[in-house]
Protein backbone atom coordinates (compact mmCIF):
# COMPACT_ATOMS: atom_id res chain seq x y z
CA UNK A 1 0.00 0.00 0.00
CA UNK A 2 2.80 2.30 1.11
CA UNK A 3 4.76 1.77 -2.36
CA UNK A 4 1.24 2.27 -4.57
CA UNK A 5 1.12 5.06 -2.57
CA UNK A 6 4.09 6.44 -3.09
CA UNK A 7 4.33 5.99 -6.77
CA UNK A 8 1.36 7.63 -7.08
CA UNK A 9 2.19 10.57 -5.64
CA UNK A 10 5.47 10.57 -7.60
CA UNK A 11 3.19 10.23 -10.91
CA UNK A 12 1.47 13.40 -9.51
CA UNK A 13 4.49 15.20 -9.31
CA UNK A 14 5.80 14.20 -12.72
CA UNK A 15 2.74 15.36 -14.51
CA UNK A 16 2.38 18.32 -12.49
CA UNK A 17 5.96 19.26 -13.39
CA UNK A 18 5.30 18.35 -17.10
CA UNK A 19 2.09 20.68 -17.01
CA UNK A 20 3.51 23.00 -15.13
CA UNK A 21 4.52 25.76 -18.11
CA UNK A 22 0.73 25.45 -18.85
CA UNK A 23 -0.39 27.43 -15.63
CA UNK A 24 2.74 29.23 -15.37
CA UNK A 25 1.83 32.30 -17.77
CA UNK A 26 0.36 35.51 -16.53
CA UNK A 27 -3.55 35.69 -16.94
CA UNK A 28 -6.62 36.89 -16.50
CA UNK A 29 -9.47 35.80 -14.28
CA UNK A 30 -11.92 37.00 -16.46
CA UNK A 31 -11.22 35.53 -20.08
CA UNK A 32 -14.54 37.06 -21.22
CA UNK A 33 -16.07 40.58 -21.71
CA UNK A 34 -18.52 42.66 -23.75
CA UNK A 35 -17.88 45.28 -26.07
CA UNK A 36 -18.76 48.55 -24.88
CA UNK A 37 -18.63 47.58 -21.17
CA UNK A 38 -16.75 47.83 -18.34
CA UNK A 39 -14.21 45.31 -17.15
CA UNK A 40 -12.76 44.56 -14.02
CA UNK A 41 -9.22 42.91 -14.80
CA UNK A 42 -7.50 40.66 -12.24
CA UNK A 43 -4.09 39.75 -13.21
CA UNK A 44 -2.59 36.47 -12.00
CA UNK A 45 0.85 36.87 -11.15
CA UNK A 46 1.87 32.88 -10.65
CA UNK A 47 5.99 33.37 -10.05
CA UNK A 48 8.66 35.09 -10.12
CA UNK A 49 12.04 35.09 -13.15
CA UNK A 50 13.29 31.78 -12.20
CA UNK A 51 13.65 31.51 -8.37
CA UNK A 52 13.48 35.26 -7.84
CA UNK A 53 10.94 37.42 -6.34
CA UNK A 54 8.89 39.68 -8.16
CA UNK A 55 9.40 43.27 -7.44
CA UNK A 56 7.26 45.30 -9.83
CA UNK A 57 4.87 44.70 -12.37
CA UNK A 58 3.91 46.71 -15.70
CA UNK A 59 0.91 46.72 -17.67
CA UNK A 60 0.20 47.82 -21.25
CA UNK A 61 -2.83 49.16 -21.83
CA UNK A 62 -4.02 49.19 -25.58
CA UNK A 63 -5.99 51.72 -27.73
CA UNK A 64 -9.61 50.77 -26.74
CA UNK A 65 -9.71 50.19 -23.50
CA UNK A 66 -10.38 53.53 -21.70
CA UNK A 67 -11.13 55.13 -18.58
CA UNK A 68 -8.48 52.66 -16.36
CA UNK A 69 -8.65 53.11 -12.97
CA UNK A 70 -5.76 50.75 -10.89
CA UNK A 71 -6.74 49.53 -7.69
CA UNK A 72 -3.84 50.26 -5.16
CA UNK A 73 -1.60 47.23 -3.84
CA UNK A 74 -0.71 47.27 -0.02
CA UNK A 75 3.21 47.46 -0.03
CA UNK A 76 3.69 48.17 -3.56
CA UNK A 77 3.95 51.48 -5.03
CA UNK A 78 1.51 52.48 -7.82
CA UNK A 79 2.30 54.65 -11.05
CA UNK A 80 0.31 55.13 -14.24
CA UNK A 81 2.01 57.07 -17.38
CA UNK A 82 -0.87 58.67 -19.10
CA UNK A 83 -0.78 60.34 -22.87
CA UNK A 84 -3.26 60.80 -25.56
CA UNK A 85 -5.68 58.22 -26.73
CA UNK A 86 -5.62 57.57 -31.05
CA UNK A 87 -9.07 58.47 -30.92
CA UNK A 88 -11.97 59.83 -28.79
CA UNK A 89 -13.95 57.84 -25.78
CA UNK A 90 -17.65 58.54 -24.73
CA UNK A 91 -17.73 57.71 -21.17
CA UNK A 92 -21.48 58.45 -20.19
CA UNK A 93 -21.48 62.00 -21.78
CA UNK A 94 -18.30 63.12 -21.21
CA UNK A 95 -15.55 63.05 -24.17
CA UNK A 96 -12.08 61.21 -23.45
CA UNK A 97 -9.18 62.09 -25.34
CA UNK A 98 -6.72 60.86 -23.05
CA UNK A 99 -5.94 58.20 -19.95
CA UNK A 100 -3.89 55.90 -18.47
CA UNK A 101 -1.82 54.17 -21.27
CA UNK A 102 0.08 52.42 -18.93
CA UNK A 103 0.34 50.92 -15.01
CA UNK A 104 3.22 50.36 -12.68
CA UNK A 105 2.99 48.37 -9.34
CA UNK A 106 6.69 48.62 -7.98
CA UNK A 107 9.17 47.86 -5.09
CA UNK A 108 6.96 45.14 -4.01
CA UNK A 109 8.09 41.88 -2.93
CA UNK A 110 6.68 38.68 -3.84
CA UNK A 111 8.54 35.85 -3.40
CA UNK A 112 8.85 33.12 -6.49
CA UNK A 113 6.84 30.50 -4.26
CA UNK A 114 3.63 32.97 -3.72
CA UNK A 115 1.14 33.68 -6.44
CA UNK A 116 -0.71 36.91 -6.10
CA UNK A 117 -3.35 39.37 -8.20
CA UNK A 118 -2.69 42.87 -9.25
CA UNK A 119 -6.21 44.59 -10.41
CA UNK A 120 -7.54 47.33 -12.64
CA UNK A 121 -10.91 48.10 -14.45
CA UNK A 122 -11.61 49.90 -17.24
CA UNK A 123 -14.25 50.30 -19.89
CA UNK A 124 -14.00 48.67 -23.61
CA UNK A 125 -14.79 50.69 -26.51
CA UNK A 126 -17.90 49.46 -28.29
CA UNK A 127 -16.28 50.46 -31.84
CA UNK A 128 -13.47 47.37 -31.00
CA UNK A 129 -14.00 44.54 -33.03
CA UNK A 130 -14.64 41.13 -31.67
CA UNK A 131 -11.98 38.40 -30.92
CA UNK A 132 -8.94 38.72 -28.90
CA UNK A 133 -7.50 41.47 -26.54
CA UNK A 134 -4.16 41.80 -25.20
CA UNK A 135 -2.95 43.29 -22.10
CA UNK A 136 1.22 42.88 -22.53
CA UNK A 137 2.98 42.49 -18.94
CA UNK A 138 6.16 42.68 -17.87
CA UNK A 139 7.03 40.87 -15.09
CA UNK A 140 10.64 42.63 -13.11
CA UNK A 141 12.75 40.34 -10.73
CA UNK A 142 16.37 41.46 -9.04
CA UNK A 143 18.63 40.61 -11.98
CA UNK A 144 15.90 40.07 -15.09
CA UNK A 145 12.22 40.15 -16.27
CA UNK A 146 9.73 37.94 -17.39
CA UNK A 147 8.15 39.70 -20.77
CA UNK A 148 4.62 38.68 -21.63
CA UNK A 149 4.31 40.74 -24.55
CA UNK A 150 3.14 37.75 -27.27
CA UNK A 151 0.26 39.16 -28.90
CA UNK A 152 0.25 36.50 -32.02
CA UNK A 153 -2.54 34.67 -29.74
CA UNK A 154 -0.29 31.05 -31.20
CA UNK A 155 -0.58 28.35 -28.93
CA UNK A 156 2.98 27.67 -28.98
CA UNK A 157 3.87 31.12 -27.37
CA UNK A 158 6.29 30.95 -25.68
CA UNK A 159 5.54 34.12 -23.35
CA UNK A 160 1.63 35.17 -24.46
CA UNK A 161 0.20 38.17 -23.09
CA UNK A 162 -2.35 38.43 -20.96
CA UNK A 163 -5.58 37.92 -22.93
CA UNK A 164 -9.96 37.79 -23.50
CA UNK A 165 -11.74 37.59 -25.69
CA UNK A 166 -14.57 40.69 -26.62
CA UNK A 167 -18.02 39.20 -27.54
CA UNK A 168 -20.84 41.85 -28.91
CA UNK A 169 -22.08 44.21 -26.52
CA UNK A 170 -25.79 45.10 -25.38
CA UNK A 171 -27.00 47.32 -28.07
CA UNK A 172 -28.46 49.58 -25.35
CA UNK A 173 -24.90 50.44 -23.67
Known amino acids: MIRSFARAAVAVATL???SLPAFAHVTLEVQEAKLGSTYKAV???PHGCGTEATNAVRVQIPEGFF???PMPKAGW???TVTGPYAGSYDNHGTTMTEGVKEIVWSDGNLPNEFYDEFVFRGTFAGTLEPGKFYFPTIQTCASGEE???DVTGAEA???PAPSLTLV???AHH
Do not use: C, Q, S
Open 43 to 45: LRI
Open 16 to 18: AAL
Open 77 to 79: TLE
Open 147 to 149: AWI
Open 157 to 159: ADM
Open 67 to 69: NVK
Open 168 to 170: EGD
